[in-house]
């Protein structure tokens, strides 16, 4: 059966989708080509679109899934050159099609929604924004949130590094002001952004210092090149590009047997990573014994992503370059001393630290239905529908939100599967003719009960991923399973699951001076 694309009166449904990333784009895409919906808005803070991907400008910076993978299924490029592709050919890949699509006509850049309050007598969603170039200021009422923001967009700053007088940034805002030639530089953090940096500035720097407690588990990249027959064959015959996609998509699903704890079924992928990594260390270097303990991981594999990389591990030979595996004890001036002792003096420190996702709902951003705080109400526990939908929060969407997290696979399949739930909630409420759908406390419970007993089996409530963790040690990030699965559960929507309001009853609310009563 099709999708329904229009009220009964052959209106549409205002929507507001706030963020211009990977996400957004795909939301605003898909309501165009799904539903022919154009009665969108999308809001975006920076001034132009691609999110995580504007933002994270810094050396080496490129995707770490197969780029055929991590585009869009419903448009493909033929033309990259790598598997593995920059940064830049991500931003021009994701500002291409929104080109196509026409998408640049519905965002309002430099536009922050400081606010989002839901009405129940209006039955919409009440969003105060603000320009931040001319600091103009307003309200925008709409029926539907598609909150599209993202996690990786709030830089994890430790207070401790305050400390630090030299220049110091993120790198997720990288300052390209900066020239590093012949610069004594420090980057903290040994994951997957700075293992990108250390290899892409070893040659520029002076001298370079690497802090990482923690080492990740690395295995070759293996970054293949396509020549122009590949990309001839992949324009050309179309299912030969579906068959390689999907052969990638599967793969990486697989993948997610490394994530559970020890058990039969792991057993032979856990042995591939852990002699594959061990192979890594040892061809890189086999007369190095002491560093080859600081590169080894002290925890289980896949406790944290693994990361890919040929230049790391060569980076780390040369002369000017540094690993200290030892903490940071104290920070003076632009010195940085180590537990072991060791102290250096730098001129540039870059922090590879990660994000702060827990800061993206801040107290007082998002009021629900009866004046509930969201993220009050949510504690240390968020209560998502598959990290989707949310009590309490009618016509309101996430995507890749609390508990819809993966760390095996491409970030476009779980948003993909999440924007077509969203759209198949719509066309319900157009087919119904429902002002309001608002997913059931005790289905969202239901989902959280079933999230811990699958994660009781997972590698991601071990203590080596903390932030995850709350402190009844039940993991709130994550999804349990491979991408198929969260397809299977998401793929048809369960009405039945829902509060409804039909647009009739909302018209007969009375309103009392523009509130509920």
Known sequence: MGLTKTYRDGTTPTIAI??????????????????????????????????????????????????????????????????????????????????????????RFQTRITSMQWHEGHQKWILHWIESVTGEEGDHEVDVVIHAAGVLRLPNIPKEFEAFEGSMWHSARWDHSVDLVGKRVGVVGTSASGIQIVPAIADKVKSLDVYGRSPSYITPQLNITYNNIWRFIFRH??????????????????????????????????????????????????????LRKKLTPDYEVAARRVVLSDKYYPALKKPNVILHSDPIVSINGSTITTQDGSTRELDVLVLATGFDWVSNFPVGYWTGRGGIDIATNWGESPTTYYG????????????????????????????????????????????????????????????????????????FTTSVMPKFINSKKKCRGFWWGGVTEFWWRMKDLHPERFHIVGRKEAREKPILNGSEI
């Open 388 to 459: 989707t939908c949310v009590p309490n929060a009618p016509n309101f969407f996430l995507i890749w939100g609390p508990n819809s997290g993966i760390a095996h696979h491409a970030l476009t399949s779980i948003v993909e599967v999440q924007v077509m739930y969203t759209i198949r909630a719509l066309s319900h409420m157009m087919e119904q003719d429902l002002a309001s759908m608002e997913i059931k406390q005790e289905a969202a419970e239901e989902f959280l009960e079933t999230l811990d007993k699958k994660m009781e089996r997972m590698i």
């Open 237 to 290: 015959v179309p299912l030969a590009y579906s068959v390689y996609r999907t052969l990638w998509y599967y793969y990486l699903d697989s993948t997610i047997l490394l994530y559970h704890k020890l058990a039969w079924f792991s057993v032979f992928h856990r042995t591939i990573v852990y002699i594959v990594t061990w192979l890594h260390r040892f061809r890189q270097f086999p007369f190095n014994r002491a």
């Open 18 to 107: 706030i963020g211009a990333g990977v996400s957004g784009l795909c939301a605003a895409i898909q309501l165009q080509r799904e539903l022919q919906l154009t009665t969108y808005t999308v809001y975006e803070l920076e001034s132009d679109i691609g999110g995580t991907w504007l933002m994270n400008t810094y050396p080496g910076c490129q995707s770490d899934a197969p780029i055929h993978l991590y585009s869009y299924s419903f448009a493909p490029n033929y033309d990259f050159k790598n598997k593995f592709v920059p940064q830049s050919e991500v931003l021009a890949y994701l500002k291409a099609t929104a080109k196509t699509y026409n998408i640049y006509d519905k965002i």
